[in-house]
């Protein structure tokens, strides 16, 4: 029996994925929060056609 887990995670950023750029600002800007020790991904939410900068660690409001 297969299980799966699912691991709570922070948004930091959204960027739309129509940009002309495409995902290169959300790039840049996870490259930017890995810089100051957080570490940052980008995901592609196919439902809102945005691309999400999340971090696995719990951020403070």
Do not use: C, N
């Not at 980008?42 to 971090?55: A, G, Q, W, Y």
């Amino acid at each position: 029996m297969a299980t799966t887990t699912t691991q709570a995670r922070t948004v930091l950023e959204r960027f739309p994925a129509g940009s002309p750029r495409g995902s290169w600002p959300a790039e840049e800007y996870a490259a930017q929060q890995r810089l100051q020790g957080q570490p940052a991904q980008v995901v592609m939410h196919l439902p809102s056609d945005t691309f999400l900068v999340v971090t696995d660690t719990p951020t403070d409001p």
